[in-house]
């Protein structure tokens, strides 16, 4: 039995002594994957469709594509105004899940990520794990930003 203390109301108290039974286990089955286990995605709102621009079939552009990923729970997905790389276009930054941190996954820039095909390849490479999981898929190493060097401006 857990007695009260200073600062503690019963009420707490009853809900800690019932945690742990079986009818209060979620059902996992059926729920998507906490956001911690998932890769994450982070985009620039300002330059996301910049690539494409007005050739772009798809209504919504890049975005679109962006937030259907999210939406079939591949990815957390994170709209900055500006991730300060406007030069490139269609900046997304994928990150790695807790599991890929755990495997010494970095987050990986990408400029002018943008199109179907660019997209599915990012799909797929989500699916299996992304950063730190599974290999980086070869149509996405091209546009991967270096970012392991920072930039010094040059002494006047």
């Given at each position: 039995?857990i007695?009260?203390?200073?600062?503690?109301?019963?009420?707490s108290?009853?809900?800690?002594q019932?945690v742990?039974?079986?009818?209060?286990?979620?059902?996992?089955?059926?729920?998507?994957?906490?956001?911690?286990?998932?890769?994450?995605l982070?985009?620039?709102?300002?330059?996301?469709?910049?690539?494409?621009g007005?050739?772009?079939p798809?209504e919504?552009?890049?975005l679109a594509?962006?937030?259907?990923?999210?939406?079939?729970?591949?990815?957390?997905?994170?709209?900055?105004?500006c991730?300060?790389?406007?030069?490139r276009g269609?900046?997304?930054?994928a990150?790695?899940?807790?599991?890929?941190?755990?495997a010494?996954?970095?987050?990986?820039?990408f400029?002018?990520?943008?199109?179907?095909?660019?997209?599915?390849?990012?799909?797929?490479?989500?699916?299996?794990?992304?950063?730190g999981?599974?290999?980086q898929p070869?149509?996405?190493?091209?546009?991967?930003?270096?970012?392991?060097?920072?930039?010094?401006?040059?002494?006047?």
């Amino acid at each position: 039995m857990i007695e009260p203390s200073c600062g503690s109301d019963r009420s707490s108290i009853e809900a800690l002594q019932n945690v742990g039974t079986v009818d209060q286990v979620p059902d996992r089955s059926t729920t998507p994957p906490r956001p911690a286990s998932r890769p994450g995605l982070t985009a620039c709102s300002l330059c996301a469709g910049e690539t494409l621009g007005v050739h772009d079939p798809l209504e919504g552009g890049q975005l679109a594509r962006l937030e259907a990923l999210r939406s079939r729970g591949l990815a957390d997905l994170t709209l900055s105004e500006c991730l300060d790389e406007c030069e490139r276009g269609d900046v997304v930054v994928a990150r790695p899940s807790a599991v890929g941190r755990r495997a010494s996954g970095r987050p990986v820039w990408f400029e002018r990520l943008a199109g179907d095909e660019l997209t599915h390849e990012l799909e797929r490479w989500l699916e299996k794990g992304g950063p730190g999981v599974a290999e980086q898929p070869a149509a996405l190493r091209p546009l991967q930003i270096d970012r392991s060097q920072p930039e010094i401006p040059p002494a006047e």
